[in-house]
C-alpha cells in the first residue's frame, strides 16, 4: 500500500533553517502530484508547495523565496527545503501524493512531522 513518511522536523531558532524529507512506497513514484501542507493549533490547513511529474512547482505567498519544493525519484523522496524560518512557519508539515488539488483530501497522507521556529 502507498506509505509516506516524513522526516526532518525539529526546533529551530527564527532565521534558521531545516529540510523535511518523505519517503515514498507501495506505488509509482511520479505518477501522483507531491506536496507539503501544514496545520498550526487552531488555524486552517494551508497548502504550502506543490510539484508535479514535470517538476513545475508552486508555493503559497506566504513561504515564496525562502522555502524549495523538489523530488529525487530514483530515491522516491519528497524534500522541502526551509529556509529564513519564521515563528508562523510553526506547524505540523504533511507529505500528500494527491491526482488533483481539489481531491487532496483523497490524496495519500504521511504522518506529519513538527516544526516548530522560536523568536
Known amino acids: 500500500q502507498v506509505q509516506l513518511v516524513e522526516s526532518g522536523g525539529g526546533s529551530v531558532q527564527s532565521g534558521g533553517s531545516l529540510r523535511l524529507s518523505c519517503a515514498a512506497s507501495g506505488y509509482t513514484y511520479g505518477s501522483y502530484n507531491m506536496g507539503w501542507f501544514r496545520q498550526a493549533p487552531g488555524k486552517e490547513r494551508e497548502g504550502v508547495a506543490t510539484?508535479?511529474?514535470?517538476?513545475?512547482?508552486t508555493y503559497a505567498d506566504s513561504v515564496k523565496g525562502r522555502f524549495t519544493i523538489s523530488q529525487d525519484n530514483a530515491k522516491n523522496t519528497l524534500y522541502l527545503q526551509m529556509n529564513s524560518l519564521k515563528p508562523e512557519d510553526t506547524a505540523m508539515y504533511y507529505c500528500?501524493?494527491?491526482?488533483?488539488?481539489?481531491?487532496?483530501?483523497?490524496?495519500?497522507w504521511g504522518q506529519g512531522t513538527q516544526v516548530t521556529v522560536s523568536s
Open positions: 510539484i508535479d511529474s514535470d517538476t513545475r512547482t
Open positions: 500528500v501524493a494527491f491526482i488533483e488539488l481539489a481531491l487532496v483530501d483523497f490524496g495519500y
